[in-house]
């Protein structure tokens, strides 16, 4: 990139507004793509504060029905039984047999086909994930915070959290929950209520793996704490935490 | 970036956010797991906290409850197929859904695929207990709206116009000067000013 992210300060809000024409546009956008650890923060904020200006439409709420319709949709979209008349019956059967002598071979095939498809995306969305935390491990000015548990013989919790870029908890060996209930990261301020930072469920062997943008600052917080939360979180914490870490 | 100014990293504006809309936002980041794993209950979920905001969106700049209702079914769908997809890096869930329902329906403005004087398929299906957040929900969304209109409430009545223009219209700068009629370089300024000014708003008015 010729031009210096400071230059582009100016840009970021008119971009994220969608005021920008041409060549200024490209010019970020291609630059965004590179992933800069500067300028896509940035440009999140300046997202975030443009997309506040939607709240100020007039609230409406659209009718019961678009619900039903949405999920009509998307049910109508999953695999479906064939209804066939009888008589179809003894066509398909025919067609059965002849499809499983020449079919097996193609079957196996496409199955093999899409779950090499499903591994595939599944690696990429690893992939995204992994890159992002190592962004914020690799950041300037990234910060360490070691959770202990209160209970004994519990696993400890790290946290890697970086102003600009992010927040990213590890966790290992960590207790499973029944599926009603989920894990909700707390930013403790020092003035003032907690402030989610997300929900997380380990995965297999107790490994969690957390990326997040907390609402605070660093220097605003006083502890980082997790706490075990009815399934989709809570606006506060409803349980006592199960790790803390103060931030020094 | 390689080479940036320190104080440049430092220079961290304030959320806008409240932070119990933050909180709330941030629980919205379950639902969109649970529809990535195909989970029709974290897409009911989630158009239950989030569809009045996206509809309320679309409608301001269709100003046409069947189109909005197009827009908003647009915007749900094509979170069921990419919300695998979603990076919580660049936006958060509620910024995400407003910005897809901003471009669809700026979109549909542009290539005049608007039907203003079609009644809505819709209308008459009455079911006022499906669909709607629960009030707790409501609550949240309503306070922060009430917030955000407060601070827009602050600008200069130029700069509001503007930035909603600009926003609701979906103008660039260039044609947001010929629609207004003033030069390029007082739009760029009344964009730039009042956007700080909002951020400055936002931030201080937290709570």
């Given at each position: ?73 998307i ?43 499903r591994?595939?995306d599944e690696l990429q969305d690893r992939d995204a994930t ?68 997300g929900t997380f469920e380990?995965g ?5 793996l957390l990326i ?20 989709g ?16 | ?27 919205l980041e379950t639902c969109v797991r649970q529809i990535a794993n195909g989970a029709q209950q974290g897409l009911a979920a989630l ?29 749900y769908l094509q979170v069921w197929r990419s919300a695998a997809k979603f990076d919580p890096?660049?936006?958060?869930v509620?910024?995400w859904l ?110």
């Amino acid at each position: 990139m010729a031009t210096g992210c400071e230059l582009l300060e100016e840009h970021y809000e008119p971009f994220a507004l969608g005021v920008l024409e041409g060549s200024e546009r490209a010019e970020i956008q291609a630059h965004l793509d590179e992933g800069c650890p500067v300028c896509v923060p940035a440009v999140r904020r300046a997202s975030e504060l443009v997309g506040r200006v939607a709240l100020a439409s007039p609230e409406a709420v659209p009718p019961a029905a678009l619900r039903r319709k949405l999920l009509a949709t998307i049910q109508a979209q999953q695999p479906k039984r064939l209804r066939l008349p009888v008589w179809s019956w003894a066509v398909a059967a025919a067609l059965a047999i002849a499809c499983l002598v020449l079919g097996a071979g193609i079957r196996e095939r496409n199955r093999e086909l899409a779950q090499l498809s499903r591994l595939n995306d599944e690696l990429q969305d690893r992939d995204a994930t992994y890159r992002r935390a190592l962004a914020i491990l690799s950041a300037p000015g990234t910060r360490s915070v070691a959770l202990a548990a209160v209970a004994p013989a519990s696993p400890q919790v790290n946290a890697y959290w970086n102003e600009i870029a992010g927040l990213v908890l590890t966790g290992r060996h960590m207790p499973a929950l029944p599926p009603n209930r989920t894990y909700q990261l707390w930013v403790v301020p020092k003035k003032g209520n907690p402030v989610s930072a997300g929900t997380f469920e380990p995965g297999a062997q107790g490994l969690a793996l957390l990326i997040s943008r907390p609402a605070a600052k660093p220097a605003e917080a006083a502890a980082l704490a997790i706490t075990d939360e009815p399934a989709g979180g809570r606006p506060q914490p409803t349980t006592k935490p199960i790790w803390v870490g103060p931030l020094g | 970036m390689a080479g940036a100014d320190p104080a440049f990293h430092d220079r961290k504006p304030e959320s806008t956010a409240s932070a119990e809309f933050a909180a709330w936002d941030s629980t919205l980041e379950t639902c969109v797991r649970q529809i990535a794993n195909g989970a029709q209950q974290g897409l009911a979920a989630l158009y239950d906290r989030t569809s009045s905001l996206v509809y309320s969106v679309a409608l301001q700049i269709l100003r046409d409850p069947a189109d909005a209702e197009e827009v908003t079914l647009d915007v749900y769908l094509q979170v069921w197929r990419s919300a695998a997809k979603f990076d919580p890096a660049r936006a958060s869930v509620s910024t995400w859904l407003v910005m897809l329902a901003r471009s669809r329906a700026v979109d549909r403005l542009r290539s005049g695929m608007t039907r203003k004087s079609r009644e809505s398929a819709l209308e008459g299906v009455a079911d006022p207990a499906s669909g709607e957040a629960a009030p707790d929900q409501q609550t949240i969304l309503k306070l922060e709206q009430r917030r955000v209109r407060a601070a827009m409430a602050t600008l200069e009545p130029e700069q509001r116009r503007t930035i909603e223009l600009a926003f609701f219209g979906g103008l660039t700068h260039s044609e947001l000067a010929k629609k207004l009629g003033q030069p390029l370089g007082t739009v760029k300024t009344r964009i730039r000013l009042g956007l700080m000014k909002l951020r400055q708003a936002l931030s201080g008015a937290e709570g």
